[in-house]
């Protein structure tokens, strides 16, 4: 059979196509507009994407089923709401269903009275310029009529789980060349800067870590759902995205997964690890805690514990 088959002649399962592309990594955007009768929506998406630069175009999609879609179509602009790094829990609640999103959100009315979100990395405010049949998805063009770019650092979304924007590592051989270049002090001001010492600390952390986890075949936000389920750290449902740092939807979407897995049941409206589940998690455990040791071999157990607590302090953890 020829390898590059087209889709219709394979049976694509729609679950693990969802999982492939999770590859892709992705800024995440919150999609808002307002029709006539002033009614106001706002979805999480992270299908956004540009489409000319003249004229100034840019599309996304949204499912045929959603709720929202039917102010999308009735309101002559949108606003394309770009999030900044600090705004994982603004993502969560517009990805909710059934809720007031806007209560307690600031905003102000851009073009066509689409809600323009405050303290995003980059806001384009739209005018509706075509839609789109695409299988069970509506695809959305918009024309560019003003935007707003903040420069701040963007939330990023890879394998079903929130992540931020940091240097590669092959370009630390090249920082560290530069850094020769900008003088004593500065230098050694930077070294003892917390912000930046815990920032690449953790990306030289993960560097290490991840590939081990990825090992599993679990995709990041499973491994992190069976570590926080396995932990007892979350006492209810809600708790979760705040916990995996994932929007509830691809928490619900990890669950699936495991479930079919029979990692995990529902029930009362919780997750809850099977015995099979309760094993596979101990083995994430045994990842980590292997990995954690390796780093911290060099350093004595008091200076681990001191580190612990302080992080724990900062975390707001008690």
């Not at 919150?30 to 002033?38: D, E």
């Not at 489409?51 to 599309?59: G, K, R």
């Not at 790094?85 to 269903?97: A, C, D």
């Not at 990023?156 to 002090?185: F, N, R």
């Amino acid at each position: 059979m020829n390898a590059l088959q087209t889709m219709d002649s394979v049976k694509v399962d729609p679950m693990k196509f969802r999982r492939a592309l999770g590859n892709f990594a992705t800024g995440v955007t919150i999609m808002t507009a307002q029709n006539a009768q002033g009614e106001k929506v706002g979805v999480t998406a992270n299908s956004f994407n540009s489409v000319s630069l003249d004229p100034a175009l840019i599309l996304w999609s949204i499912d045929k089923k959603s709720s929202s879609f039917h102010v999308f179509e009735q309101a002559t602009h949108f606003a394309v709401n770009i999030l900044s790094g600090s705004q994982i829990e603004l993502s969560n609640k517009f990805s909710r269903r059934n809720i007031d999103k806007y209560e307690g959100t600031s905003f102000q009315e851009g073009a066509g009275l689409a809600p323009v979100l405050d303290h995003c990395s980059a806001v384009f405010e739209c005018e509706r310029h075509q839609i789109i049949e695409g299988g069970d998805h509506w695809i959305i063009i918009g024309k560019v009529v003003n935007f707003h770019d903040e420069g701040r650092s963007p939330l990023v979304y890879h394998q079903g789980a929130y992540s931020g924007v940091t240097p590669h590592p092959l370009l630390q051989v090249k920082e560290s060349v530069e850094m020769t270049d900008i003088g004593e002090m500065h230098q050694g001001h930077l070294h003892r800067n917390v912000c930046y010492l815990m920032s690449r600390a953790f990306k030289f952390y993960q560097n290490d870590y991840i590939p081990k986890q990825l090992v599993t075949g679990f995709r990041t936000s499973e491994a992190r759902l069976l570590l926080v389920l396995g932990s007892g750290t979350a006492s209810s449902k809600a708790d979760l995205p705040r916990d995996i740092a994932m929007p509830m939807h691809e928490v619900e979407q990890s669950a699936s997964i495991l479930e079919k897995d029979g990692l995990l049941i529902e029930s009362d409206g919780f997750y809850k690890l099977t015995e099979k589940g309760k094993k596979t998690a101990h083995y994430l455990f045994d990842i980590a805690d292997s990995h954690q040791n390796e780093v911290f071999e060099k350093y004595s157990e008091n200076e681990k514990e001191i580190f612990i607590k302080i992080l724990k302090d900062i975390a707001g953890i008690n």
